[in-house]
């Protein structure tokens, strides 16, 4: 096994800081994909199905994205019916932005090495002292 | 604001099922791209640098990425001292490629959007009536 030189640079070269939790979290990525797509809105029924959620699943969610400031949620009436509309911020269009590029750097990391063909995988047990 | 068809057409375009939670996680997705790129493995020091993890959480990582079979762990010694030693395995390749996938889709999707200039986000509180 080839030494690598972490230790030497001291880069944490894969780390990814900056894949922030409250975005990386699955449903509230699944979230914000929807409304970055949408900018001018979805409404909670729409959104709820887009991103195959509970109405309590969504609720939470949505709760963390409003905290941080990423989306907007509006409650209105419509025929008298309660509406509730969320949208994406300019601060969450932003902070979504940054996190792509992040992802983007995972992929091409990943990408590069299987397209080497660097993949013989381990099939079993090896001893590291015979690495 | 346009009515989207999610529900007339009854599908759940962004919820991408695909984003499995064992790999989808921060530290397991720094960990198995750092392996997918050295797949004659890592020693559990190299590891800990490259993703920026503490060793409790790297060992508590690679445990349950360990019970998914997705990588193998070889404890041995090395002149009389003990090494771990940290691989993929071919099913943890074959599922990272495949969740890499799914993240390329999310990108797509929203790079769609950001790219089209979609993004006229909310600035304040509208009422949904209004829309």
């Known amino acids: 096994m080839k030494k690598i030189n972490a230790r030497a640079t001291g880069v944490s070269r894969f780390a990814y800081d900056g894949l922030d939790r409250v975005i ?3 449903a509230r990525l699944s ?10 809105g979805l409404m909670f029924g729409d959104l709820k199905q ?33 509406q ?3 949208r994406i911020t300019s601060l ?3 902070r979504f932005i ?12 990943a990408d590069a090495a299987v397209k080497a063909g660097a993949g013989t995988p381990a099939k079993g047990g090896q001893n590291p002292a015979r690495a």
């Open 98 to 109: 940054e996190y792509l590029a992040v992802l983007e750097q995972v992929i091409l990391d």
């Open 92 to 94: 969450g269009r932003r």
């Open 31 to 40: 979230l914000l994909t929807s409304l970055i797509t949408h900018p001018t």
């Open 50 to 82: 887009l991103c195959a959620l509970t109405d309590g699943n969504l609720s939470r969610h949505l709760q963390v994205l409003e905290e941080a400031k990423l989306v907007v949620i509006v409650k209105g009436l419509k025929l008298n019916r309660p």
């Open 24 to 26: 990386h979290e699955r």
């Open 84 to 86: 509730t509309l969320c």
